[in-house]
């Protein structure tokens, strides 16, 4: 019994203990604690995979971001637990739930096992054309050439998710800022966090941005890291969203999608079709979307998290 083996089989017990506390704990607060720590087993199994890039978006957006994003959602739902709980389905329902949830996952892990040996894959042809992209991860490499419309298609929700949750402010707020005014901090530990976090985030996010094409990290994972700067720089009231009318922040909200649908067409021009690179342009123009995506991914996470607007210009002042 080897050591490697040792640790996967305590990876897969923590993953599977984490899973079943999110489902099993009453508190909603207890399951979000649990949904955010779930993420690191999860992390280090995809390292221990081989997977850094899909393990530094489990840290980073799964796990950070949702996380921040569940626990904002149970702030907002405080005072209203008797309502919820009046309205949770009944133990039958619950039953059935189970019972179906646990069918997929048996099919799934049956699909695994019965998969061909060889998966299909893009890794080698990516790999065999990575000198004339430009770029050194066979992960960017797919995801900006040989997936770059399912990528551009996944920065187009982003936007969309942005869109839906502004439509819920209320008619008068409409235009004003977004989410809920926190105090100044003087003191405290949430201060020293902002202070000593705010500037690390700032540059780890740029860093894992701009390594992104020849090694692990990228534009969604460094978008994230920024915006958990801004949410505690927020959090700590040493600045405020600012608000939604704001031509600026909407233009920083769809830099990324206007520049990818940009680049695309300019490849009719100068190159065979939509989102083609022409030759010896591949990596300026990949470095040119990732950046524009990381202050994409940045500004609406962060806005994500404060919510719709909820506060007038006046009321802010």
């Not at 770029?135 to 942005?162: I, Q």
């Not at 405020?240 to 300019?266: Q, S, T, Y």
């Amino acid at each position: 019994m080897t050591p490697g083996w040792l640790m996967d089989a305590g990876l897969a017990v923590a993953v599977v203990a984490a899973a079943a506390w999110v489902v099993l704990a009453r508190d909603m607060f207890a399951a979000v604690v649990g949904f955010v720590v779930l993420g690191l087993p999860l992390a280090v199994a995809w390292v221990r995979l081989g997977a850094i890039d899909v393990a530094l978006t489990e840290a980073a957006l799964v796990t950070g971001a949702t996380g921040v994003l569940l626990l904002s959602s149970l702030a907002r739902l405080r005072g209203a637990e008797e309502q919820i709980a009046a309205e949770a389905p009944g133990r039958a329902l619950r039953l059935l739930a189970a019972v179906l949830a646990g069918a997929v996952g048996l099919f799934l892990g049956l699909a695994v096992l019965w998969l061909p040996g060889q998966a299909p894959s893009l890794a080698p042809a990516s790999l065999g054309h990575l000198d004339e992209l430009g770029v050194g991860n066979p992960v960017t490499a797919v995801l900006m050439a040989y997936r770059a419309l399912d990528t551009l298609l996944e920065s187009a929700v982003l936007v969309l998710a942005l869109v839906a949750v502004w439509s819920f402010a209320p008619d008068r707020f409409w235009g004003g800022i977004p989410g809920p005014a926190h105090a100044r901090q003087h003191d405290g530990p949430l201060l020293l966090l902002a202070r000593v976090l705010a500037p690390v985030t700032l540059v780890v996010g740029v860093y894992v941005a701009w390594v992104g094409a020849d090694a692990p990290g990228g534009k969604f994972q460094g978008g994230a890291i920024l915006a958990t700067g801004l949410i505690i720089l927020w959090l700590a009231g040493l600045i405020e969203p600012p608000p939604v009318a704001r031509r600026l922040l909407r233009l920083a909200a769809v830099a990324g999608p206007l520049v990818f649908v940009a680049v695309g067409l300019a490849g009719f021009v100068l190159a065979d079709g939509f989102l083609a690179y022409p030759p010896g342009f591949a990596k300026p123009l990949i470095k040119l979307i990732e950046a524009a995506m990381t202050l994409s991914c940045a500004a609406i996470l962060a806005l994500l998290v404060a919510g719709p607007p909820q506060r007038n210009r006046a009321d802010a002042a």
